[in-house]
Every structure is written in C-alpha cells, then in structure tokens.
C-alpha cells in the first residue's frame, strides 16, 4: 500500500465491520457501523469521509455505504489475520472467546505480512505434523494450570523425535 493510501488500525477496524454488514446487508449504514463499534454516529462520519477520499468505500452523507475493491481486498485481509488470530489464541492458547476475540483484533493489526504468514506456516504445523502428536493441547493445557508433566511420556516422545531425524539415520 502506497505511504498516502496507509490505514490507521481504527480504519482497518471499520473495513471490516463494513464488510460484516454487507455480508448480512449487502450495504452497510453509518447508524449499524456506530453500534458496532460502539462510537457516536459523528464519529462514524468522519471515518467514512477519510475512507472514501482514499478510495476504499462508496460513501455520500445519509446514503448506504459499500466497499470499493480496493476496500474489499483490505477488508478481507484484515478479517482473515482477526480470524487466524482469534482461532489461535483460543484453540491453542485456550483463551476465553471474548478475550481472545479482543486481543486479536489488537494483534491483527500489528504484524507485519511476512511475519503474519510465517505464523500461518506454524499454525499449519501444528495442525499437521504428525510429530507434534494427538494430544499436545491437552499436554500444554496441564502444562499451563501447573500440572506436573508426565516426564516419562517426554522423554520417550524426545527419543522417538530424535532417532527418527534425519541426522540420526545417516
């Protein structure tokens, strides 16, 4: 994104509430913008003014308010990093929904795109590798409520791992 076309985090924020409404709208209006972000309808106003002078809605006073591409493709962006983050920090971290909700819309927000997709990669890992075993949430689960790890399942799991890298079978 050009310097002049770059977004504050509330205007990514209102991106996509945006685009939220017009999933469920097809249009979204400042008054439904307002609640959900839970600001005056005034100030709704002057976010959309500095939105649409960027080219990112389709925005007249007291009309309904659409995303331009340029808008969608942003506000998708910003949606998919909440999503990823959000699911993370509550599948993984096992934060409750609300307050991994929260903090991920302040994380999306902060890592940068190549940052952000080595992140993806890990979470992708995770889900995949078949080394990192069926039950490693639940072992950190108890990890993190102060449980005493099961010292022998971790040796023998850090054997498995080790005789079966690649150094080891040359």
Request: aromatic fraction near 10%.
């Amino acid at each position: 994104m050009k310097k002049k076309e770059q977004l504050s985090e509330s205007l990514e924020d209102y991106l996509e509430i945006i685009l939220a409404l017009e999933k469920i709208n097809k249009v979204a209006r400042t008054k439904d913008i307002a609640e959900k972000m839970g600001v005056q309808r005034s100030t709704v106003t002057g976010a959309l003014k500095s939105l649409s002078e960027k080219g990112m809605i389709n925005y007249e006073p007291y009309s309904f308010i659409t995303l331009t591409k340029k808008g969608v493709k942003i506000a998708k962006d910003v949606t998919r990093r909440h999503k990823i983050l959000k699911d993370f920090l509550y599948r993984v971290l096992q934060l409750d929904d609300k307050n991994a909700d929260n903090t991920a819309c302040r994380m999306e927000h902060a890592m940068d795109k190549k940052s952000f997709e080595r992140f993806v990669q890990f979470i992708d890992f995770l889900d995949t590798c078949p080394k990192t075993s069926f039950n490693w949430k639940e072992t950190f689960f108890n990890f993190r409520e102060g449980k005493e790890p099961d010292r022998e399942a971790c040796r023998k799991c850090l054997t498995e791992f080790i005789s079966s890298s690649p150094k080891q079978k040359q």
